[in-house]
Structures are given as structure tokens and as C-alpha cells.
């Protein structure tokens, strides 16, 4: 147990996000393993990281790759058992990698004890952990959608009842009015708090305290007494970091989330930043162009709104979304400036920083058929779409763009077969251009989108202004550049980034030859040139005040 005072370490702290199955496969089954994650923890050391957050490895069905849970206390056997688990726990200890479980609190999987339980009849003491409603066939209770299409409600005949999903049939809604549910499901929290676990990501946890007669998914009125709730009866006890999942989080809800006094969680993932491509009433398909300005805007209103009051964590990229390099950055001809670019624009915010795997590599988007992909949400959607008469093209843009499998490809961790991911056919394709983006030709190259992450990530130990400076947006109307300053009692530093791919000039005015360059994804700067940036140049300076 990690009982004891509470210390804000993640307020230094780097975290890198593993995708199981995708990492590294020990046994030539094609699924990523937790033996394959051991083999990896020196890589993981060598990157700088402190922990590392797993996405889920419990036992499920894996309709939706583990967030889907059949038991929260077991390992599913794909990736390996519970002796494996606590054999990574005590070895990432030792490479000083602290590891975080994904808990998905909002739903289990149709296939957990209790859902089996529930669906038995009507006075099975389990049928309250689950949301109910009485019916007829075919007219549903009102006309919520689940998040990976068609209605939130699922018809069991034999008790004329429907149930409430708010993701696939298979991922039931856990009935959080329920006291008896959310003890149960504190006791397994504590349950792996007594592991050594250093911490948990709490999968759409804006969306436990949901109340389907109103049409409420997230951020329904219950939702902070059940976060303070769990977070006195669990998370508290030890010295541990939580992050809570919140697409519906504006800056005044993630301060509650993330209130500095630790009565809910450390901090919450905010997808503001993230959803600048939706327009409003359409699906998240229907691509919008992006807006550079807007990007700057929502980051920094966030930095601003939460300084002192709040934690931020910091991310471009997770399992659900597109590789960064292809979205903001140019995955072609710039494909490891733009990288390196991207990396210090974020990890020189206030906040936590995430990395996910292989953002380090400057892994980029997949190109697949149709037949390559895997996740549900992109198979249903193409089914739907395919049904409503969109043409191929069309789905398969929206798909290449932004389906959830542009990040899901294997690691690639050098230029053998399969990207050296696996000895046996993966689960999903390898990306073709691993012979080009792989770890092995990266870690000890200096000029590698490695060597930058591991820089940014040592720059940060070693200054306080990362963890403690105020933020100041620069330039805000500039269609160039992303520019900004922190500063805290006796240091100051500028974060100055070309966005695009044309070299600028930079309207800056600063002593610049006065400060120290922490750091410059070019090898040279020309001394009389200062203000001149090449494409995607970004550069850190710094200086005591
Ligand atoms: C979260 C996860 C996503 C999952 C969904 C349902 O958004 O990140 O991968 O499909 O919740 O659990
Ligand atoms: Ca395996």
C-alpha cells in the first residue's frame, strides 16, 4: 500500500500511454502482452518517463479492446494474469515507472457476473446495477443514441425491459444511484491501490452520473458527490495520480475535478483543443477544416483558467485519436520537424504532459482498406454511412482521417518483419512505412524525434518555470506562429514556434542573444538572422529574471 502523505508528484511528471495490445507481443500471438511491456521498461527508462498508463488489460470480451470489463480483478488472458501484472508493477518500480490502470466505471461489459446476474429477473439483487426501463418491443424509452451508433436502449424480451448503453450493446451502463454499485466498486479500487498501482485514468467519467430520462450523459447533477465520494474512499488513501476522461469539460468543471484541495482527482483530459474540427449538430466524421487561431485560443484559455486553481494534463494524441503528425503537423517532407515542433509547443505548457506510443517515433496515420480495420466504432460507421448512401470515398476519407485505428497500429520498434512488434501475424496491420519511423533507428540518433521527446522531458526535470510559470500567449493574432512566455518569481521562459511549413520571420523583439537557447529542433541558428524561423522551427529560451 502507498498510504501515506500526498506529494504532487505528477506535477513533474511525463506519463506515456500504452495501448496493450499494440505494444509489444512476447508470445507470437499477434496481441501485445504484459510480458512484452517488461521486455520494453528499458526503452521506457531511456525515454525519461515516470509512468506509464495502461489502457485496459482486464479480462473482457474485447468488443471494444478492453473497455468492455468482464472482471476488474482479473487479467484478461490475452495479455497475460495476475502474477504478470504484478510482476510489471515491481519491475517498472524499478526502472522508476510508476504504473496506472484504466478503470472504466461507467459500464462493464454484458458479459460481467453482475450483468449476468441482472438480466436473470427483475428481483435479482444485481438487477439495479444496471439501467432498466419497462417497455415494448420496438418503442423505446426515448431516443438517446450510444456513442457507436444506433439507441442508447437494448430490448431484453424475457423481461420486457430495456437496458441503457451509452457505447455498444456490449458495454451496459453501470447504475452509479446504486450505493451497492459504487461500493463494490471502490472495494476494487482499493483492491489494486493495495497492489502498488500508481494510479488510475477513469475512463468517460463525466458520464457515471447520467440520467436518461432527462437526456443527461455527462456532467449530470450527481456527478462531483460521486467523484468526492470515491476519491475519500479510495483514491486518497495513497500517493497516487487520477485523470479523469471529460469530453464535456469546460475550464470551471475541470477546476472542480481538479480542485488543488484533492478532494476529486488530480486532473481530467479536456478535448476542447481536440474537437476543433466538429460542427455543431453533425457527427465527428463530417470533418471541419481546423483553425490555427482557434488552437491557440482554446490552449491557452485553458493554461490561463486553471493556473493555480486547477491542473491541466497535456495531450495530442490517445488511442481515440488521429496521430498528431498527421493532423496538425505535415507527415511528409516535414514529418520530423513538424513532429519535434508539436512536442515542444506542448511540453512546454503548465500541466502533465502525455505521450502516447509512438508519438515519440513520429508514428503517422494508417492508410488501410476498408478490410484492415478493426475498431468498432469505424466498422459501424461505415456500415451506417454505407446504408444512408454515402459514397466509398467519402467514408474512407473520414476513416484515413480519423479513425481510432490510426493509432492503434503495432509499434514500431525497428525495420525486421512486422515492424518487430511481433514474430506471428498482428492483429492488425503494421503501418508500411515502419521501415522509414522505427525506435531502433531513433534512440541513439541525436537528431531523432526520440532524442527531442527525451530532451523536453530531462528540460522539464530540471526547471521549475515548467511546473510552476504563469502562462502568457504572444502574438495571438499571428497566423504563423505559436509564441508564448512563462514566468515565475525568477525565470522566464519563451516558447516561439513556426506552425507552418514556409519559412518566417518572427516579430518577436526580445534580447534574444542574451538568453539561453534550451533548446531548437534545427542544429543552427544564424546569429544575425534571429527572428528568421525555418519551417516548423521551434525554439525554447530561457533566462533568470
Ligand atoms: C473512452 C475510451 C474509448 C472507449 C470509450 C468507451 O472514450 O477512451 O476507447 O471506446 O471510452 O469505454
Ligand atoms: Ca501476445
Not at 443527461?216 to 483514491?235: D, Q, Y
Amino acid at each position: 500500500m502507498n498510504e501515506g502523505k500526498k506529494t504532487d508528484w505528477w506535477k513533474n511528471a511525463v506519463i506515456y500511454q500504452i495501448y496493450p495490445r499494440s505494444f509489444k507481443d512476447s508470445n507470437g500471438d499477434g496481441i501485445g502482452d504484459l510480458n512484452g511491456i517488461i521486455q520494453k521498461l528499458d526503452y521506457l527508462e531511456n525515454l525519461g518517463i515516470d509512468a506509464v498508463w495502461l489502457s485496459p488489460v482486464f479480462k473482457s470480451p474485447q468488443d471494444d479492446n478492453g473497455y468492455d470489463i468482464s472482471d476488474y480483478q482479473d487479467i484478461d488472458p490475452i495479455f497475460g494474469n495476475l502474477d504478470d501484472m504484478e510482476r510489471l508493477i515491481q519491475e517498472a518500480k524499478k526502472h522508476n515507472i510508476r504504473i496506472i490502470m484504466d478503470l472504466v466505471l461507467n459500464h462493464s461489459s454484458d458479459e460481467h457476473r453482475w450483468f449476468i446476474e441482472a438480466k436473470k429477473s427483475k428481483d435479482n439483487p444485481y438487477h439495479n446495477y444496471y439501467i432498466w426501463r419497462d417497455g415494448e418491443e420496438g418503442v423505446l424509452p426515448n431516443n438517446m443514441k450510444a456513442g457507436f451508433g444506433g439507441s442508447a436502449w437494448e430490448w431484453v424480451p424475457e423481461l420486457k425491459q430495456y437496458y441503457f448503453h451509452q457505447f455498444s450493446v456490449k458495454q451496459p451502463d453501470l447504475n452509479w444511484e446504486n450505493p451497492k454499485v459504487r461500493e463494490e466498486l471502490y472495494t476494487m479500487i482499493n483492491w489494486w491501490i493495495d497492489k502498488g498501482v500508481g494510479g488510475f485514468r477513469l475512463d468517460v467519467i463525466d458520464q457515471i452520473a447520467k440520467e436518461p430520462d432527462k437526456n443527461i450523459k455527462e456532467n449530470g447533477p450527481r456527478l462531483h458527490e460521486f467523484i468526492k465520494e470515491m476519491s475519500s474512499k479510495t483514491f486518497q488513501r495513497g500517493d497516487i495520480v487520477t485523470v479523469g476522461e471529460a469530453w464535456g469539460a469546460t475550464p470551471e468543471i475541470a477546476r472542480m475535478f481538479s480542485n488543488p484541495d484533492g478532494s476529486e482527482l488530480s486532473m481530467v483530459f479536456q478535448f476542447e483543443h481536440i474537437i476543433l474540427d466538429r460542427q455543431e449538430g453533425k457527427e465527428k466524421w463530417d470533418l471541419a477544416p481546423l483553425s490555427f487561431i482557434k488552437l491557440k485560443k482554446v490552449l491557452s484559455y485553458w493554461q490561463q483558467e486553471l493556473f493555480q486553481r486547477g491542473w491541466n494534463s497535456l495531450f495530442w494524441d490517445n488511442h481515440d485519436l488521429p496521430r498528431v503528425v498527421s493532423y496538425w503537423g505535415n507527415d511528409t517532407e516535414y514529418r520530423v520537424q513538424s513532429a519535434k515542433m508539436l512536442a515542444v509547443l506542448l511540453h512546454g505548457m503548465q500541466g502533465t504532459p502525455y505521450i502516447y506510443q509512438g508519438e515519440e517515433l513520429g508514428m503517422t496515420n494508417a492508410a488501410y482498406e476498408i478490410e484492415d480495420y478493426r475498431d468498432i466504432e469505424t466498422l459501424n460507421m461505415y456500415k451506417e454511412r454505407k446504408g444512408a448512401g454515402y459514397s466509398e470515398s467519402d467514408i474512407m476519407d473520414s476513416i484515413h482521417a480519423i479513425s481510432r485505428d490510426n493509432a492503434r497500429t503495432p509499434m514500431q520498434w525497428d525495420s525486421s518483419a512486422n515492424a518487430g512488434f511481433t514474430h506471428g501475424k498482428p492483429w492488425i496491420k503494421v503501418n508500411p512505412n515502419y521501415k522509414k519511423i522505427n525506435a531502433a533507428d531513433q534512440i541513439d540518433n541525436p537528431d531523432s524525434i526520440f532524442t527531442c521527446y527525451k530532451t523536453l522531458i530531462a528540460l522539464r526535470k530540471k526547471y521549475n518555470i515548467f511546473v510552476d510559470g504563469q502562462f502568457e500567449l504572444l502574438l495571438p493574432d499571428d497566423n504563423t506562429f505559436f509564441a508564448y512566455k512563462r514566468q515565475n518569481q525568477n525565470e522566464k521562459l519563451y516558447v516561439i514556434c513556426n506552425f507552418y511549413d514556409e519559412t518566417a520571420i518572427c516579430k518577436l523583439d526580445k534580447d534574444w542573444e542574451k538568453m539561453e537557447l534550451l533548446y531548437c529542433n534545427y542544429k543552427e541558428i544564424s546569429k544575425d538572422k534571429i527572428n528568421i524561423y525555418k519551417p516548423y522551427e521551434a525554439r525554447v529560451y530561457y533566462c533568470h529574471i
